[in-house]
């Protein structure tokens, strides 16, 4: 009888719970996107089909299925799963988990995943208790961060666990759940509807799919066809839409970059604020200052590059409507910052060489020389110490035999001959 009540339970959850949770998958043919870890061969799928899962770490955006896919990965291999979220639990939470895991292992042989998410919010030493546990696989640690682990995760937890990246979602990959969700509330939307929601979403599943449920709630039930339109989408999202057509919107990024690359703070503004105004994700324009801010600006003023990714930032941890400041902050910056495009082009001269087959060979005094017997076959014999010079540099052959340079055009920026 249970499993009747279960059934029931499931069935009647879909119709109350939001489309992000009644759609989320079950098994891992049910999963959208991510073909790079759940397509045939892939390394999660091979994990999940195996029944022997690793310590790993899923880093990616958020929507992007981090959760879902722990769920699928810990029930694939029928293990017991713990769950806490590093925003609210503490060194006692981990503690009885790290016991409960052990207790599980001794008397009944089942090994236990423990998933963290947002395990980047963890402190060290909340992150030094699970380095013995991973470490000797009484657990299996499955942890979800939208932060570069790199930077928040302690090396030596990083060392004892597998990275999966998991990417934003392809347009057509939002437009098979846009579908799923409209069958499971057995409802139509125009296409013009559907695209707006793909736009505005940026690949989050989560957004596009919270996006519909909103969306078929404004639905006017009193005109037929009964679908959701695109004032339906304007309405659920608060006007925050892409009033202008696809080409127009790419335009006017073309032109809110060019303006910026070419100096002119007053066109900048307008820009920004035009795209802000017309829905465009903050997200986005963050993004592109940040790239702006190396390939036009460079080494003719390297704060830039901090400026931008300070902007980046605060977009993440204030959102709209406050972080438009700081997108103006960044926009002025760049705009009004001397402009320098010499790593790009640096960059682009590598890629020259080494499509045209230039080696790749490091010389023999630049190899490593550290382990025994180094010196006997020429690795680093030879090598000429900078820092025993005066103004620690010196003149000696850093490239391949036979690639010859120089890659690097000195702009004449003041600030880039000073560097």
């Known amino acids: 009888m249970s499993s009747l009540f279960d059934d029931a339970y499931q069935e009647r959850l879909k119709e109350v719970a ?22 045939p061969n892939a390394p999660l799928r091979r994990m999940a089909e195996s029944g022997t899962l690793k310590s790993s770490i899923l880093w990616g955006p958020a929507g992007t299925g981090k959760t ?22 503490g060194v006692k ?46 657990i299996v640690l499955l942890g ?21 990246r998991l990417s934003s979602l392809e347009p057509e990959d939002i437009r098979v759940l846009l579908a799923r969700g409209l069958a499971l509330r057995n409802m139509a939307a125009t ?45 659920a999202r608060d006007g925050r839409v892409l009033h ?38 903050p997200r986005f324009l963050a993004r592109r200052l940040v790239i702006l801010a190396s390939e036009d600006v460079g080494l003719a003023d390297t704060r830039a590059l901090v400026v931008a990714e300070a902007a ?35 960059l682009g001269r590598v890629d020259d060489s080494l499509n045209g087959g230039s080696s790749v060979q490091v010389p023999s005094h630049l190899r490593d020389g550290h382990y025994r017997a180094a010196a006997a076959l020429g690795h680093g014999v030879g090598y000429v110490y900078p820092h025993d010079f005066v103004g620690h540099r010196v003149e000696q052959q850093y490239l391949p035999d036979e690639v010859k340079g120089p890659f690097y055009d000195l702009r004449d920026q003041s600030a880039e001959n000073d560097l």
Request: aromatic share 6%; glycine share 4%; net charge negative.
């Open 18 to 39: 939001p489309l992000a949770e009644a759609l989320r998958p079950r098994r891992l043919n049910d999963v959208v996107g991510q073909k790079h870890l759940v397509g």
């Open 68 to 89: 879902t896919l722990a769920r699928i990965l810990a029930a694939a291999a029928d293990y017991e799963v713990e769950t806490i979220s590093a925003v609210s639990s």
């Open 93 to 138: 939470d981990l503690r009885e988990v790290i016991q409960r895991a052990a207790d599980n292992l001794a008397r009944f042989n089942r090994r236990t995943v423990l998933f963290i998410d947002e395990i980047h919010r963890f402190n060290k030493s909340q992150q030094d208790l699970l380095l013995p546990v991973t470490e000797n696989g009484s």
């Open 144 to 164: 979800a961060t939208t932060e570069n682990p790199f930077f928040e995760l302690n090396a030596a937890l990083m060392s004892r666990m597998g990275l999966w």
């Open 191 to 235: 296409d013009e509807a559907l695209d707006v929601i793909v736009t505005s979403c940026e690949g989050d599943a989560r957004a596009a799919l919270t996006t519909l449920d909103l969306s078929i709630a404004m639905t006017d039930r009193s005109v037929e066809p009964v679908q959701v339109t695109k004032e339906d989408v304007r309405k």
């Open 244 to 281: 202008q057509s696809a080409d127009s919107h790419y335009d006017q990024v073309s032109a809110f970059i060019k303006s910026v690359r070419g100096s002119d703070v007053d066109a900048s503004l307008y820009w920004l604020v035009v795209l802000l105004n017309n829905g465009e994700s």
């Open 312 to 346: 980046a930032r605060a977009v993440e941890f204030v959102g709209l409507p406050e972080c438009r400041f700081a997108l103006g902050h960044a926009t002025m910056y760049l705009a009004k910052a001397p402009k320098s495009n010499s790593v790009g082009v640096a």
